[in-house]
T-cell receptor, first 119, second 117 residues
Framework: AQTVTQSQPEMSVQEAETVTLSCTYD???????LFWYKQPPSRQMILVIR??????QNATENRFSVNFQKAAKSFSLKISDSQLGDTAMYFC????????????????FGQGTRLTINP | DTGVSQDPRHKITKRGQNVTFRCDPI?????LYWYRQTLGQGPEFLTY????????KSRLLSDRFSAERPKGSFSTLEIQRTEQGDSAMYLC???????????????FGPGTRLTVT
């Protein structure tokens, strides 16, 4: 079974600083997907960024980028120029490739990191 | 709003009572997922539907839990004889699978927070 570990329960930085959230995972699969989700207080979980394991290039979405180290099974999220609206729980998640039989795969989440951006 | 909706948003019940939650996915999304999130933890998978077919169930889904998606649109999750350990946020997500083996973005609802007293 796959496991995802986020070793930082809470982090806090000043606005405009750069922050990196850590995530490690365990799997025997060679191909898979990794995600970072953001869950703002009392709001819906939204996808921040995704990475396909077969792609060596690290994914980037505006101020959000990842450092994907497949051999080390590490997948960290870097938020540049942090903003007050980035305050949220951040979850790292793993997913096996979609099944041709079942059509989809479940997400396996880490425990989350509570990120606070201070003004 | 065309996002995933869930009803109710909050439910307080006494131990032993039955509760039912509803999820309305994004229109035309054929895949629907239920997750449970306890305080301070990440969501855990409960079950998955493709159209009206329930294709996967987690071992977390004891026989007190049942989920349906009768017409391939909205889904209900029922918990019978609730226990205090059932207190959690129940999240629904949906996605559009255009073909077998495709991976697509999952959209989450706001969740139903259940408190069992």
């Amino acid at each position: 079974a796959q496991t995802v570990t986020q070793s930082q329960p809470e982090m806090s930085v000043q606005e405009a600083e750069t922050v990196t959230l850590s995530c490690t995972y365990d799997t025997s699969e060679n191909n898979y997907y990794l995600f970072w989700y953001k869950q703002p207080p009392s709001r819906q979980m939204i996808l921040v960024i995704r990475q396909e394991a077969y792609k060596q290039q690290n994914a980037t979405e505006n101020r959000f980028s990842v450092n994907f180290q497949k051999a080390a099974k590490s997948f960290s999220l870097k938020i540049s120029d942090s903003q007050l609206g980035d305050t949220a729980m951040y979850f790292c998640a793993f997913m096996k490739p979609p099944s041709l039989i079942q059509g989809a795969q479940k997400l396996v989440f880490g425990q989350g990191t509570r990120l606070t951006i201070n003004p | 709003d065309t996002g995933v909706s869930q009803d109710p948003r909050h439910k307080i019940t006494k131990r032993g009572q039955n509760v039912t939650f509803r999820c309305d996915p994004i229109s035309e999304h054929n895949r629907l997922y239920w997750y449970r999130q306890t305080l301070g933890q990440g969501p855990e998978f409960l079950t998955y539907f493709q159209n009206e077919a329930q294709l996967e169930k987690s071992r977390l889904l004891s026989d007190r839990f049942s989920a349906e998606r009768p017409k391939g649109s909205f889904s209900t999750l029922e918990i019978q004889r609730t226990e205090q350990g059932d207190s959690a946020m129940y999240l629904c997500a949906s996605s559009l699978g255009l073909r077998a083996g495709s991976e697509e973005e999952k959209y989450f609802g706001p969740g139903t927070r259940l408190t069992v007293t």
